[in-house]
C-alpha cells in the first residue's frame, strides 16, 4: 500500500529539515510531501536547498487548506493512506508503522495519536488542556464517542476519507470539527498513545488572544458539521 505523510508547513524553516529527516529514518515505508503554506521566512529556500519534496501554495491557506492539498495530491497520486504530521517537531515519525498496523487491525478510518491516553510526554499548556477538555465533551454529546485527544495534528486516514477531505475540509482549526463530521460520516475513529515533544522553534497560529474565538468558532462549526451537512 502506499503510503503517505502531508507536512504542512507555515514559517517552519528552523525544524523543517529535522521533521523529514525524523521521517526517512523512522517511518522508511512513507512518502512525504510537505505543503509550503506561502510562508514569509526561507522555508521553501530551505525545502529547495535540502532537496526536500514540496508543494509551494501561492497564497496563505491556513492549516486547513494545507492539509486539504495534501489530501488532494495523496489522491491524484494514488495513495492508499495520509498521515497528517506537524513541521514544528512536536511529532515522532516512529509512531507511524503502528498507526499503520493499527488502522489495519481495527479496520478503522482515522487513528488519532493522542498525548492524553497514557499523559506521558509534552502535554500542552494548562489553558490549552481545558480548552480540549471542552472539545472532549461537545465531541462525546454530539456523537456519543470518546475522543481523547481531539486537537491532535497526528492523525492517520484511509483513502475514503481521504477522498472526503479532498473535497470538503475545514479551512480554519479543522481538527475537532472533521473528527465529528467522519464519526457523522459513520466512519470509525480509533486513538491510539503517542508521545509528543514540546514546540523548539517558530510559534503556533494559536495565540492566547485566539483562543476563545477558537473555542466558540469550533464549538459551533462542530454543531454544522454533525447536524448541518
Known amino acids: 500500500m502506499k503510503k503517505l505523510v502531508v507536512i504542512p508547513a507555515y514559517n517552519e524553516s528552523a525544524s523543517i ?3 523529514v529527516q525524523d521521517i526517512k529514518e523512522h517511518a522508511s515505508g512513507f512518502d512525504y510531501i510537505v505543503i509550503n503554506d506561502c510562508s514569509t521566512d526561507d522555508t521553501l529556500q530551505v525545502c529547495r ?3 526536500i519534496h514540496c508543494l509551494s501554495l501561492p497564497v496563505n491557506l491556513g492549516i486547513g487548506g494545507a ?3 495534501g489530501y488532494l495530491y495523496g489522491i491524484r497520486n494514488d495513495y492508499d493512506v495520509a498521515v497528517q504530521f506537524d513541521g514544528d517537531g512536536q511529532h515522532s515519525a516512529k509512531y507511524l508503522d503502528e ?3 493499527k488502522m489495519q487491525q481495527e479496520q478503522a478510518a482515522m487513528i488519532i495519536g493522542s498525548r492524553f491516553i497514557t499523559n506521558e510526554g509534552f502535554q500542552s499548556s494548562f489553558m490549552r488542556r481545558l480548552g480540549i477538555r471542552h472539545f472532549n465533551l461537545w465531541i462525546r454529546i454530539l456523537t456519543g464517542c470518546k475522543i481523547t485527544d481531539p486537537t491532535s495534528g497526528m492523525r492517520m486516514i484511509n ?3 481521504m477522498k ?3 473535497e470538503d475540509y475545514p479551512k480554519d482549526y479543522p481538527e475537532p470539527e472533521s473528527v465529528v463530521y467522519i464519526i457523522g460520516k459513520k466512519k470509525k475513529v480509533v486513538e491510539m498513545p503517542v508521545l509528543m515533544n514540546e514546540r ?3 510559534v503556533s497560529s494559536i495565540s492566547p488572544k485566539k483562543s476563545i474565538y477558537y473555542m466558540v468558532k469550533v464549538t459551533i462549526a462542530m454543531m454544522i458539521a454533525r447536524f448541518g451537512k
Open 17 to 19: 529539515v529535522k521533521t
Open 49 to 51: 536547498e535540502n532537496d
Open 67 to 69: 492539509v486539504q492539498c
Open 99 to 101: 498507526m499503520f498496523e
Open 159 to 161: 483513502r475514503d476519507v
Open 164 to 166: 472526503i477531505f479532498a
Open 200 to 202: 523548539t522553534e517558530g
